[in-house]
């Protein structure tokens, strides 16, 4: 019964991973750093340290709706582990307002919960992580943290905290999909789930695109992983 709950928890903390590093921004009416079209489709590859290819996604929009006010994009990943040769595929919501876009994880792991049957002894709370829809240098983002409680014969508390969130820089970054005018933030994540783990991570963000290019670090400062556009279409 332990080595299933830890499983299950497990996967949801990499499926909140996933939808916070994997971020494609396409919705109406949003002038921010996020793309506004629906069927825009973004490619990205993610290398280790030695710079091999070790993953890719694609994400698509696939649906602009308007909720109470607000712009939803329903965002389709199919993310494949090289390693593993293992192709997944999800889907999650971009909520965008007039102050910036909040990505719906909350939402995402509640419906996974539900589908595993998992709901009545399991909860989720906390922040979704919002991106404003201007940035500026020195500019300080909201911390994000997603706590998930498993109640049972064995209970489980796990989950995922990004913090230090800030504008450090603007650069003009060249990557397989061209040459982009980018914002640089860098911000911390914390995962607990029996140990705690640390990573930092630095990413450049262009306007009307989102992420153009991403880097992990381990909490000693030890490069890990890059994640870039590879290519970009509508």
Do not use: H
Not at 4 to 17: P, R, T, W
Not at 101 to 125: A, G, H, R
């Amino acid at each position: 019964m332990k080595t299933i709950m830890m499983s299950q928890v497990k996967i949801y903390i990499a499926l909140i991973l996933v939808v916070f590093t994997c971020i494609s921004f396409n919705l109406l009416n949003c002038d921010g750093y996020y793309a506004t079209k629906k069927g825009m489709v973004l490619e990205l590859k993610a290398t280790d340290s030695k710079n091999k290819v070790t993953g890719k996604s694609i994400l698509e929009i696939v649906e602009n709706k308007n909720e109470d006010g607000k712009n939803v994009a329903v965002v389709k990943n199919i993310a494949t582990d090289l390693n593993k040769n293992k192709t997944t595929e999800s889907s999650y919501e971009l909520v965008c307002d007039e102050m910036g876009i909040s990505i719906n994880i909350m939402k995402t792991v509640k419906e996974s919960l539900k589908k595993n049957s998992q709901q009545n002894q399991t909860t989720v709370t906390g922040s979704n992580p919002v991106y404003p829809n201007e940035m500026k240098v020195g500019q300080i983002i909201p911390d994000a943290i997603i706590k998930i409680s498993v109640k049972g014969e064995i209970s489980l508390e796990s989950g995922v905290k990004f913090y230090d969130r800030k504008v450090i820089a603007t650069e003009n970054v060249t990557v397989e999909a061209g040459t982009f005018d980018c914002v640089v933030i860098t911000y911390t994540e914390e995962t607990s789930f029996v140990v705690s783990k640390t990573k930092k991570y630095k990413v450049w963000m262009a306007k009307g695109i989102g992420i153009v290019k991403s880097e992990e670090y381990d909490k000693k400062g030890k490069l890990e992983k890059t994640i870039e556009l590879t290519k970009l279409s509508s």
